[in-house]
């Protein structure tokens, strides 16, 4: 069980096997999409410079297999955390999906962009929601440039990232769901967390296996994220701190 008092702060990070039992694929397991596409033909800056329709064409893919797609217990879970600790809870995810946002989860953070959003590769043009599938033309904006998905590929900036650090410095529990620890900077918050240095920082980590940076998390529980993180909180005690 994770114990949450009155003045912690608590950082969530997720990653693909948060979104595994609502039906969506991890990247690198058995049947993850890396395991089908090339990285470098789909998701990077080179790919869209030399084939943007085979880029569309895998995110529309996405897009469709996202239709009717539900969160499952421990989305539920996060919603409920972050009711009972307002802004207390920072939720930061490197999915592109919106199954957060469906089990209730009103402050989330996309590192990664989102799925269902588009922006143009030229203008300054903000990106807008986007529900198309684009399998056989590239969209353009009224500049003339082309409409791209919101996506952080390989190689570019994730997105938020000093609000994130900002997070990092204050939090006093920092808790990995679901993610394999391998693609930075993600990999490297619970570090950051660590190093903060105000306080002991408590680091947890919930996935059916030990991530690549396992040595960083106090405590890992192993199962799967649906059965596992909604038993790990004393909701009694949470709904009598609630804000
Ligand atoms: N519950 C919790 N974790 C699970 C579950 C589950 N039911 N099923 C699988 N997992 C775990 C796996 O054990 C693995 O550690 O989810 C993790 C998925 O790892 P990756 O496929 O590497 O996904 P992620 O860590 O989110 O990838 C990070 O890489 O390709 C990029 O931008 C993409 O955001 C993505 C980033």
């Known amino acids: 069980m994770i ?10 990070l997720t990653g693909a096997g948060v979104s595994a039992e609502s039906g969506l694929p991890t990247f690198r397991g058995a049947g993850g999409l890396w395991r089908g596409y090339r990285v470098e033909d789909v998701a990077s800056p ?5 084939d943007p329709l085979m880029v569309w064409q895998f995110y529309s893919m996405r897009r469709k297999a996202h239709r009717g797609k539900q969160p499952n217990p421990a989305h539920l879970a996060l919603a409920k955390l972050e009711k ?7 939720l930061c995810t490197q999915n592109v999906d919106k199954l957060h946002e469906q089990a209730g989860s009103r ?4 590192m990664h962009g989102r799925l269902f959003q588009s922006r143009c590769d030229r203008c ?3 990106p807008f929601d986007d529900e ?3 399998e056989d033309h590239v969209p353009r904006c009224d500049c003339g440039g082309q409409i791209r998905p919101h996506i952080c590929w390989f190689g570019e900036m994730p997105y938020e990232l000093e609000r994130i650090a900002r997070e990092l410095e204050r939090c006093t529990v920092f808790m990995a769901v679901g993610t394999s620890g391998v693609v930075y900077p993600a990999a490297a918050f619970v570090a950051q967390a660590r190093a903060s240095g105000k306080q002991r920082v ?12 396992r040595a960083l998390f106090n405590e890992c529980f192993l199962g799967k994220a649906g059965e596992s993180l909604p038993r790990l909180f004393h909701w009694s005690q949470l709904s009598a701190i609630s804000v």
Do not use: K, M, Q
């Open 132 to 134: 198309n599938c684009y």
């Open 46 to 50: 080179v790919a869209w410079a030399r």
């Open 3 to 12: 114990d949450i008092g009155v003045s912690d702060r608590v950082f969530v």
């Open 202 to 213: 408590r680091t947890y980590y919930v996935g059916p296996e030990e991530p690549a940076n």
């Open 124 to 126: 300054d043009r903000p």
């Open 84 to 90: 009972a600790l307002g802004e207390r809870l920072f």
């Open 107 to 110: 402050r989330v953070v996309h």
